[in-house]
């Protein structure tokens, strides 16, 4: 089935949305477009094919051949859209972050639930194609018990004058970034674990506004597990997107956008459009082969759409978006307190109870196993501990 869709937003995100709806022969078509500046709703309308435009949100949320709405508007305008496609009983995906803070996020997620309408969370980077297989190693195992999981996303900042105004972003890039490397690596340990706590540094370090320009934070889950978050909005040299899980078993790490193994060099005749965030286009660069479904954005509205006509939820769901917000606030509240603050979340699904997994690997019926190694000189050695005296021994096996 094809689905028709109301987009509400022309800018940055909206076009890349659009761009991968429409891409590759879709079968899916943009009906209504809502921009706040006329020209800009026409303009879309146009590159896109859409068959009617509007500076009036409403108008395109109620448009009768709209089967879902998709949110692609600044944060501070989430919650009123969500509120009007609750209104009008139309399936909604928005993009992130949910909420500018967990209340908002919490009355959104609240209002869909009682509308009883679809609702999905554009977290796109859960849906890059590298994401879905490494995802997949970790949950087969192949990593075994996740310890920690650390993702990155810095850039030079973002291109519109309202995330810098922290009033109407709602935050820095704590809230603009993070909300994306906290999704990821709460999927790596397990979305049913539930976060408990989060210590947090931020600072603003180079840009002449309120919010934080860069943060690096811990966020510790209930089974021992550490989230790791780095966001900047001053970094140089482009995007960079980086991932990197470590389990009892095994590592993956993740490089999605910056030395993916293109690379190019030019005197800068005839270049152009390099990718997203990219601050030259001569010289060596790092292109992006095909940024729509590298950034994930393909996989993420295939599963939206398959869901919505499966009638089950998708992957990513407001409550995520919600879960996401509870733990960027209690980040907020640690880079003030200078103390690991509490992740309050007064709605959780997840499991509970968890207790954090033995760290003691059975050698025998004395000992408890520590290392395992073949040394250059061939000799295989272990080193054991003692279960009753804790002494510390090693063991040459051959
Ligand atoms: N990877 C991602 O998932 C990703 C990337 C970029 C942005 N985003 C999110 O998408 C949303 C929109 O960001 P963007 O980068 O497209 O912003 P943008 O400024 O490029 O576009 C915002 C659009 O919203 C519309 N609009 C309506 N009322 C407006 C108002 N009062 N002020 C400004 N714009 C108004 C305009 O049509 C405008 O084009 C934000 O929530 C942002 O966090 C997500």
């Given at each position: 089935?094809?689905?028709?869709?109301?987009?509400?937003?022309?800018?940055?995100?909206?076009r890349f949305y659009?761009?991968?709806?429409?891409?590759?022969?879709?079968?899916?078509?943009?009906?209504?477009?809502?921009?706040?500046?006329?020209?800009?709703?026409?303009?879309?309308?146009?590159?896109?094919?859409?068959?009617?435009?509007?500076?009036?949100?409403e108008e395109a949320?109620?448009?009768?051949?709209?089967?879902?709405?998709?949110?692609?508007?600044?944060?501070?305008?989430?919650?009123?859209?969500?509120?009007?496609?609750?209104?009008?009983?139309?399936?909604?995906?928005?993009?992130?972050?949910?909420?500018?803070?967990?209340?908002?996020?919490?009355?959104?997620?609240?209002?869909?639930?009682?509308?009883?309408?679809?609702?999905?969370?554009?977290?796109?980077?859960?849906?890059?194609?590298?994401?879905?297989?490494?995802?997949?190693?970790?949950?087969?195992?192949?990593?075994?018990?996740?310890?920690?999981?650390?993702?990155?996303?810095?850039?030079?900042?973002?291109?519109?004058?309202?995330?810098?105004?922290?009033?109407?972003?709602?935050?820095?890039?704590?809230?603009?970034?993070?909300?994306?490397?906290?999704?990821?690596?709460?999927?790596?340990?397990?979305?049913?674990?539930?976060?408990?706590?989060?210590?947090?540094?931020?600072?603003?370090?180079?840009?002449?506004?309120?919010?934080?320009?860069?943060?690096?934070?811990?966020?510790?889950?209930?089974?021992?597990?550490?989230?790791?978050?780095?966001?900047?909005?001053?970094?140089?040299?482009?995007?960079?997107?980086?991932?990197?899980?470590?389990?009892?078993?095994?590592?993956?790490?993740?490089?999605?956008?910056?030395?993916?193994?293109?690379?190019?060099?030019?005197?800068?005749?005839?270049?152009?459009?390099?990718?997203?965030?990219?601050?030259?286009?001569?010289?060596?660069?790092?292109?992006?082969?095909?940024?729509?479904?590298?950034?994930?954005?393909?996989?993420?509205?295939?599963?939206?759409?398959?869901?919505?006509?499966?009638?089950?939820?998708?992957?990513?769901?407001?409550?995520?978006?919600?879960?996401?917000?509870?733990?960027?606030?209690?980040?907020?509240?640690?880079?003030?307190?200078?103390?690991?603050?509490?992740?309050?979340?007064?709605?959780?699904?997840?499991?509970?109870?968890?207790?954090?997994?033995?760290?003691?690997?059975?050698?025998?019926?004395?000992?408890?196993?520590?290392?395992?190694?073949?040394?250059?000189?061939?000799?295989?050695?272990?080193i054991l501990k003692?279960?009753?005296?804790?002494?510390?021994?090693?063991?040459?096996?051959?």
């Amino acid at each position: 089935m094809s689905k028709r869709i109301a987009m509400l937003g022309s800018g940055f995100i909206g076009r890349f949305y659009a761009d991968s709806l429409l891409g590759q022969r879709s079968r899916d078509h943009i009906t209504s477009i809502y921009a706040r500046r006329e020209e800009s709703a026409k303009k879309f309308a146009s590159d896109y094919h859409c068959d009617h435009w509007t500076t009036n949100m409403e108008e395109a949320i109620s448009h009768p051949e709209a089967d879902v709405v998709c949110i692609a508007l600044p944060n501070n305008l989430h919650e009123a859209a969500v509120l009007l496609c609750c209104k009008h009983k139309k399936s909604v995906i928005t993009t992130k972050p949910l909420g500018r803070n967990s209340e908002e996020a919490k009355r959104m997620l609240l209002a869909v639930e009682e509308a009883g309408i679809f609702n999905g969370y554009l977290e796109d980077l859960v849906y890059t194609p590298k994401f879905i297989k490494a995802h997949e190693s970790v949950r087969n195992g192949a990593l075994g018990r996740i310890l920690w999981a650390k993702s990155r996303e810095t850039h030079p900042g973002p291109h519109s004058e309202w995330f810098w105004d922290i009033e109407k972003a709602g935050g820095g890039c704590i809230l603009d970034l993070g909300c994306h490397c906290v999704e990821i690596a709460r999927s790596f340990i397990g979305k049913d674990i539930r976060p408990i706590e989060v210590m947090c540094w931020a600072d603003t370090q180079v840009k002449p506004i309120e919010a934080e320009d860069h943060a690096i934070g811990l966020v510790k889950y209930e089974n021992g597990a550490i989230g790791q978050f780095e966001v900047s909005w001053t970094f140089r040299g482009g995007m960079d997107l980086r991932d990197e899980v470590m389990g009892s078993e095994g590592t993956i790490w993740l490089n999605n956008f910056l030395r993916t193994g293109f690379e190019m060099f030019t005197t800068g005749k005839g270049a152009d459009y390099i990718a997203e965030k990219a601050e030259s286009n001569t010289g060596w660069l790092f292109p992006v082969g095909d940024e729509i479904n590298d950034l994930g954005y393909n996989h993420m509205f295939t599963d939206m759409f398959n869901a919505m006509e499966r009638g089950v939820s998708p992957k990513e769901t407001f409550y995520d978006g919600y879960v996401v917000n509870c733990i960027l606030d209690a980040s907020y509240r640690s880079a003030k307190s200078k103390l690991w603050e509490p992740v309050k979340l007064d709605i959780w699904r997840g499991r509970t109870g968890v207790t954090k997994d033995s760290h003691l690997a059975e050698y025998d019926s004395e000992n408890f196993l520590i290392k395992e190694e073949m040394t250059h000189f061939g000799a295989k050695k272990v080193i054991l501990k003692n279960k009753e005296s804790g002494k510390i021994s090693e063991k040459v096996l051959s």
